[in-house]
């Protein structure tokens, strides 16, 4: 692994001229959605139906949600693209996206971002409740409005409240079964919005010279390697601890705590030998933040696998 160096996240983006088969056209505005977000963000509401249902959820509800809720998660990236397009062209992590490159126009990718919106929300509404339709829009507009057009370029907590946008896949999961909302989805609310800032602030810690290049002022951009490292490890703590209070709210069998608790300390392992390397006089790739980055996502899957598989032990 290399360090990024300034002259690199600020080179030109790749020029391109617009796709002009069907297939490159489609590949383009796949792209926009984010693909690999929209996975993590699935995750997470899949296992909550189960846990929701006591077992295996109504296969159609289940598919409706997973169905309109892709095409939600999908309409706040592309519209975060639309918002992002002159940022993303400065950081070389993101300037391969369609905008960056002119495959899409910018018109062209705000419209999209709002049909995909709009079919996600009335379409939730039809086939599940208006409860969760109401989340689905909620999220939405969250993550547009407040997320990317005022915490993102403007202050270091950007990602710590922006990430109630990616918390809500939870409580859409679960209303979109009971239509109603209580305590054990908010307990997994609670994991994702602690679990998300040490996750975010890792992966940025690898790519900080993009985001100063960008003048985002992502936390290991404006604070000490130190204090970007001691804050992940109070969030990872508080992530592992709402985690194990899924037991005795959702009186879950001992599967769940069990992997919870062997997950999280192998979490904790990993954020406390990043400290241990800080103090050891380590700086940059030398910490190994992506080694923490992999890791996590790696705990919120296996996490919620344990979720969707608890419920069917009773």
Known sequence: MTVLTNRQSTAPAPQATPPRSFGAVVKAYVALTKPRVIELLLITTLPVMFLASGGLPPLWKALWVMVFGTLSAGSANALNCYIDRDIDVKMRRTRKRPLARHQVTP??????????????????????????????????????????????????????????????????????????????????????????????????????EDYAAASIPMLPVVATERRVVVESIVYTWATVICSLLLWPVAGTTLLYPIVALALGVVCLWEIHRMLARVNAGKTGVDLRPMRFFHWSNAYLALLFLAVAIDPLLT
């Open 107 to 208: 018109r062209n990718a705000l419209i999209f971002g709002i049909v995909l919106g709009t079919l996600s929300v009335v379409g939730m509404w039809v086939t599940t409740n208006l409860l969760a339709a109401a989340l689905n829009l909620s999220a939405i507009l969250f993550y547009v409005f407040v997320y990317s057009m005022i915490l993102k370029r403007r202050t270091s907590q950007n990602i710590v409240w922006g990430g109630l946008a990616g918390c809500m896949p939870v409580v859409i999961g679960w209303s979109g079964i009971t239509g109603s909302l209580e305590w054990t989805p908010l307990v997994l609310f609670g994991v994702v919005f602690f679990w998300t800032p040490p996750h975010t602030w890792t992966l940025a810690m690898r790519y900080k």
